[in-house]
């Protein structure tokens, strides 16, 4: 039905602008990957784990999504983990946000392989906002996939039943 990419951002001075940042370098800083039992905190975990980085570590926060993305963009915290949509409010507020920076997964190809639920997306430079060439270099991206289950015990009244039965 839909895909939601796995976003890291992380604020702009955390780093040198100029070094090769990774995933991995990201996952040490203190960052929000959400709340306990939600589908970010999972892919977060997951992509932690591949890595062999401490997934108790008390770097990792439980924030839910807005306030993760406000301590982000008021200091308290270095990054955020999202699992959203392009057009949700929290993604285009810090892909806009010229402090802020999105992380790229240069390794794509090997996530997508260990964990069949995510694919690999390129978005050009400029795939964001052309007018304004944002961002301004390719940018990888795991985007989890959201399948929309129904069994027999979905009711025939429901709107989407009149699919039942049909391939």
Same mark, same amino acid.
């Given at each position: ?79 955020? =983990?999202?699992?959203? /949509? *392009?057009?949700?409010? @929290?993604?285009?507020?810090?892909? +806009?946000?010229?402090? $802020?920076?999105?992380? %790229? ?17 390129? =978005?050009?430079?400029? /795939? *964001?906002?052309?007018? @304004?060439?944002?961002?301004?270099? +390719?940018?990888?991206? $795991?985007?989890?996939? %959201? ?21």
């Amino acid at each position: 039905m839909d895909h939601e990419p796995v976003w890291i951002f992380y604020r702009k001075d955390v780093f040198n602008e100029r070094a090769h940042i990774t995933d991995r370098d990201i996952a040490k800083l203190k960052i929000n990957i959400g709340p306990v039992g939600s589908g970010t905190r999972t892919q977060a975990l997951n992509i932690f784990k591949l890595n062999n980085l401490n997934t108790h570590s008390p770097n990792l926060l439980r924030l839910g999504n807005a306030d993760g993305v406000q301590a982000l963009e008021s200091g308290q915290i270095d990054g955020v =983990v999202l699992v959203d /949509g *392009f057009d949700s409010p @929290n993604v285009q507020k810090l892909i +806009t946000n010229p402090a $802020i920076r999105l992380s %790229t997964f240069q390794r794509a190809d090997d996530y997508t392989r260990l964990l069949p639920c995510l694919e690999e997306v390129s =978005v050009p430079m400029g /795939g *964001f906002e052309l007018g @304004n060439n944002i961002r301004d270099h +390719t940018i990888q991206l $795991i985007p989890t996939t %959201t399948n929309l289950l129904i069994d027999d015990r979905l009711h025939p009244s429901y709107p989407g039943a009149f699919f039942r039965g049909r391939p």
